[in-house]
């Protein structure tokens, strides 16, 4: 059960937040209010200032302009006090490789002065949600990535944060363990954890958060609900054609109410009505295409672009 209600104040409250590196400005001036309970995700190209942003959150980086209170506490003045009640998964694992699984969590549990006896159980249930008992005395060296993943996941719990931060917390790991950590965030939400989560992976925003924006170049671009994001910026379905655009013009020419976009070589045609489409392209011998409904990739890539986003 979420035991959150409408009547609690945000878990982060940021009002003209900015962060400036010298000249460069990588937050710029956002506004958020992040209801406490459920999942919120941070979504952007890469450098759009999800990292930065989250880091103000944590008190690791001060804003350069603008007020923020996380937990209603007053950032950066009463980051101490908040990190107590927070975990944290950064975006790089910084597990302490000298250690074991086991030291790993004791090591980060003596952080917080929690009462041992309790604790040395709680790190034992935490062990079995990760699924790293059998782990319990290996060495960090020796742990695969998903592995430490996990790892960092259970010591981000050790203080039973209300707030859960998780920098990509599935990047770069295998379906198997992508789908375990996302029941493990699933049953924690419903806990009453609150997740603020940052992600390049849109099939994980849309199965965890129930709310998030999408940030570029330092600015919240839209906030909402996946699937209303998903109504509201693309039609209900798209069809990838691999052809030419003037081949799609010409074989889709009767039909009306499709927008066309051409990525190399595969045509995406976004349609509310997919089933004239897919008459015309049935009559073609040897066309290639994929029907699908539209998802919130295809949101992020309309609102942020398709050409790579260098770092500046
Ligand atoms: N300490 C720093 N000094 C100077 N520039 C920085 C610093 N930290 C971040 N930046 C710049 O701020 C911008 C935003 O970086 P940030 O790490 O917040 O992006 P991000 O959205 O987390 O990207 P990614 O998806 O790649 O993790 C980038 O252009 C980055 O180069
Ligand atoms: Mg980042």
Redo the contacts with the bound molecule.
């Keep these: 059960m979420n035991s959150s209600s409408v009547s609690d104040p945000p878990i982060v409250l940021a009002k003209n937040l900015s962060k400036r ?2 000249d ?1 400005l ?1 937050v710029d001036d956002i506004n958020l209010s992040v209801p406490t309970g459920g999942c919120f995700g941070l979504l ?10 989250l880091r103000m959150f944590l008190g690791q980086s001060h804003q350069s302009s603008g007020s923020l209170h996380v937990l209603g506490q007053v950032m950066p003045e009463q980051t101490r006090s908040v990190r107590r009640k927070i975990g944290v998964v950064p ?1 790089l694992d910084n597990l302490d490789v000298d250690f074991t699984v086991i030291e790993n969590l004791k090591v980060y549990a003596s952080f917080f002065a929690l009462n041992f006896r309790d604790i040395e159980s709680y790190i034992d249930e935490l062990l079995v949600m990760v699924e790293l008992e059998d782990k319990r005395n290996t060495r960090i060296s020796e742990l695969s990535g998903g592995m430490k993943r996990r790892l960092s996941i259970a010591r981000a719990l050790v203080n039973k944060p209300k707030l859960l931060v998780l ?2 917390p599935t990047t770069g790991l295998d379906p198997q363990v992508r789908h375990l950590i996302w029941s493990r965030l699933r049953e924690l939400k419903n806990s009453g954890t609150t997740l603020l989560l ?1 992600t ?1 992976y849109m099939e994980e925003a849309e199965r965890l958060c129930d709310d998030l924006v999408i ?1 570029d170049k ?1 600015k919240i671009l839209k906030r909402g609900h996946p699937k209303q994001l998903i109504s509201e910026y693309v039609e209900s379905d798209v069809i990838e054609i691999h052809c030419s655009m003037e081949m799609a013009n010409s074989l889709l020419k009767q039909v009306s109410d499709i927008r066309y976009e051409l990525v190399d070589e595969t045509v995406y045609c976004f349609t509310n009505e997919p089933l004239k489409i897919i008459k015309e392209l049935e009559t073609q011998a040897g066309l290639t295409w994929l029907h699908r409904p539209a998802n919130l990739e295809d949101v992020f890539l309309s609102l942020t672009g398709r050409e790579l986003h260098e ?2």
Excluded: I, L, R, V
């Design positions: 590196f010298g460069f990588a952007g190209p890469n450098g759009a200032g999800k990292t930065t942003t975006q920098d990509e940052t390049h940030m330092g770092a500046q």
